[in-house]
């Protein structure tokens, strides 16, 4: 079956510092990934997805970048953090069912909290 | 309007109630749709895939009204454990990989 995993679960983090978010998918090759941010009490908000190595669609322009290094592997990165980079980072793969369409399966987040 | 729109809430519903939300989407082209459940402070999970015909799972009923464009999810015999946000997300028409994410409609069952 396939897990994926995140870390670190919480973080917090001065402005202006780097981050550095990794996910990791086991037990599927070549999927499509996406990270997300959630604000407290709103939904969640694309920032970027991937669908092979290499290859990143950023969907908001941000401070944020994301890199793919190997199949499996999914990282998101910042070189200077701001305040409004505060929430939870949600990193997801997804998958094609047959009658549901892409289905998207989240790994346990990190929550970022930048002072 | 929003792409998908969901009552906040919270809904307070007793234990053994059944409870039913609604969520609207604005595409009418909009082909995959699908219920998520997240906890305080967790990931969303996937509760069901919503078809055409409409579908159940249990205690839960998703059903899919295209020409009003809507969507449902009706919870029978409500447990506290149910107690949770759940998110309506429907397909980005122009992207295969991308969905678009409702805010939540958060439910607290009551003992």
């Known amino acids: 079956s396939q897990t994926i995993h995140q870390w670190p679960a919480t973080l917090v983090q001065p402005v202006g510092s780097p981050l550095s978010l990794e996910c990791t998918v086991e037990?599927?090759?070549?999927?499509?990934l996406y990270w997300y941010r959630q604000a407290a009490g709103r939904g969640l908000q694309l920032l970027f997805y991937?669908?092979?190595?290499?290859?990143i669609s950023s969907e908001v322009p941000q401070n944020l970048s994301a890199s793919r290094p190997q199949d499996r592997q999914f990282i998101l990165s910042s070189k200077k953090l701001l305040l409004s980079d505060s929430g939870f980072y949600l990193c997801?793969?997804?998958?094609?069912?047959?009658?549901?369409?892409?289905?998207?399966?989240f790994g346990p987040g990190t929550r970022l909290l930048v002072l | 309007r929003k792409e998908v729109e969901q009552d906040p809430g919270p809904f307070n519903v007793p234990e053994g109630a059944t409870v039913a939300f609604n969520c609207t989407y604005s595409?009418?082209?909009?082909?995959?749709f699908f219920w998520y459940r997240q906890d305080c402070r967790k990931e969303p999970k996937l509760l069901m895939s919503?078809?055409?015909?409409?579908n159940e799972d249990g205690r839960f009923t998703a059903q899919l009204n295209r020409a009003s464009q809507y969507i449902s999810l009706l919870i029978r015999d409500s447990k506290l454990s149910d107690s949770a946000t759940y998110l309506c997300?429907?397909?980005?028409?122009?992207?295969?990989?991308?969905?678009?994410w409702g805010a939540g409609t958060k439910l607290i069952i009551k003992p």
């Open positions: 997801a793969w997804s998958v094609w069912r047959q009658g549901a369409g892409e289905t998207q399966y």
């Open positions: 037990g599927t090759s070549n999927p499509n």
């Open positions: 991937s669908v092979g190595i290499g290859q």
């Open positions: 595409n009418s082209a909009s082909q995959s």
């Open positions: 919503v078809y055409s015909s409409g």
């Open positions: 997300v429907v397909n980005r028409v122009d992207s295969n990989y991308q969905l678009i």
